[in-house]
């Protein structure tokens, strides 16, 4: 069984009775929406035409937000509806990063995230959802579409339907009847500061990239908004991690780069443990409820690369106690042996942020394939520039720091200026160019600063070079995370 929507835009009139209905019946706040009327008018004066589109949660046969929420708080339902357990969400907001489809909102509240739920209160006691009541044209009509039967399979088998971006390959269960493709392609229309009620909501700031070619005379002049939801703790804890990571990345060579005294027989695995430590107390904070990470033990989605990337961290960080522990007791052998188990979870530390934003299907720049070898390139350049103030001498970590630095850059252009398989990824990278931080462009000033003076640094003051090399960093992980949440998804 699969419930769903056809939407017949032949017979929909723009009226937002639907969008009333549902904040009425769900309790929606103001400025949220589980189900919203999108505007796009198209056509030059007097010749213009107002394009509606519905826009909902598509309760998606393969649905990324159930995949990625780390406590199962989202479920897909034996009637295919996806649904969502308020009480248990965390607010670690990764659903709202993979849906493709901006159809998840956070209440402030309840600091739990919200959406559509096919009124599943009133689909179990017979009833429509209210949507389906109140529209007065008749144009949402729900079903099941494993039933070959059904109203809406016969809708979708005899008429030509679409769907929001299939390109997802999500599975999306709400089909549309003579929609203007233009309003399903988000990003293909200009969005001005002003609609035709209001002004556009203030979340996402940023110009529309002007290498970024738009449909010709189509403009959307109503739309809902959406906020950036990952910010400047997701930006550090990548810096964080990278710098826990790479010291213990690097801790077997410890002898080979030059390193003596504290420097080869602590400072690798107090530097990883600090930063892990700090790692994890980032993404505990980042959650709306704090105070329920412990769910992440009591109720794990082991789908949820949350939830693996949790096992990686304690794994990492165990090791890295362990080789202290060994350590302190003298046994040094010993801890040689550790280090190159210690080495290689430093490796998964580094990377797995890579295999949980592939989750983020929403977030197409975050997706690319150069991400998992970037991390780790990332990590060799902080774990070298942390461990250079106790040998600044060592041509070992200087060399190590520069081939980082520049295989940081390398990947930071391709990033920027390569080609990419989505319209998405394509918009994301283009809005690198234009995120801006007080007087900074991270994304260009992270590179300057990053790789330019760290390179500097590396030849005249090389156990300085921390200091330019984490904040060059945390400037470009910034744009990063920021650019890919600015393409629009509606």
Sequence with gaps: MQYGFVIDHERCIGCHACTVACKAENDVPVGDFRTWVKYTEQGVFPDVKRHFSVLRCNHCSDAPCVTICPVKALEKRDDGIVDIDRDACIGCRACMQACPYDSIYLNEDRGAVEKCHFCAHRVEQGLQPACVTV?????????????????????????????????????????????????LQPGAAARPDDYIWSNRPPDKPEDWPVSLPLAQHATVVLDAGHKVEWGWPVALYLVTKGIGAGAAMLAPFAA?????????????????????????????????????????????????????????????????????????????????????????????????????????????????????????????????????????????????????????????????????????????????????????????????????????????????????????LFLYEHAFVRAGQLPPLS
């Excluded at 088998?157 to 999500?170: H, I, S």
């Excluded at 107390?281 to 105070?291: A, F, Q, S, Y």
């Excluded at 934003?357 to 991400?371: A, H, I």
């Design 135 to 183: 529209c007065p044209e008749e144009a949402i009509i729900p079903g099941d579409f494993d039933d070959p039967g059904s109203k809406v399979s016969l809708i979708v088998a005899n008429n030509d339907t679409l769907v929001r971006r299939p390109e997802q390959k999500t599975g999306p269960n709400v089909h549309y009847v003579g929609v203007e493709p233009v309003t």
């Design 256 to 472: 080979a780069f030059g390193l003596g005294g504290f420097g080869k027989l602590w400072a690798p695995e107090v530097i990883a443990i600090l930063f892990t430590a700090i790692t994890c107390g980032l993404l505990v904070e980042d959650l709306k409820r704090p105070m329920l990470f412990y769910r992440l033990l009591t109720r794990p989605n082991w789908d949820s690369w949350l939830v693996r990337g949790g096992v990686v961290l304690t794994v990492f960080g165990g090791l890295a106690a362990l080789s202290m522990l060994l350590q302190w007791r003298g046994a040094e052998s010993a801890v040689e042996v550790v280090r190159w188990p210690m080495a290689i979870a430093s490796l998964a530390a580094a990377g797995y942020t890579a295999f949980l934003f592939k989750q983020c299907k929403g977030r197409d720049l975050w997706e690319g394939p150069l991400l998992l070898p970037h991390l780790i390139v990332q990590a060799a350049l902080c774990g070298a520039v942390a461990l250079l103030p106790f040998a600044p001498g060592s041509i070992g970590l200087v060399v190590t720091a520069a081939v980082g630095a520049l295989g940081h850059l390398g990947f930071a252009l391709a990033d920027r200026y390569g080609s990419h398989p989505t319209d998405n990824a394509t918009q994301g990278a283009a809005f690198l160019g234009t995120i801006r931080l007080g007087p900074l462009k991270p994304w260009r000033d992270g590179l300057l600063i990053g790789v330019a003076l760290t390179l500097v640094l590396l030849i005249v003051f090389p156990a300085a070079a921390f200091v330019p090399a984490l904040a060059g």
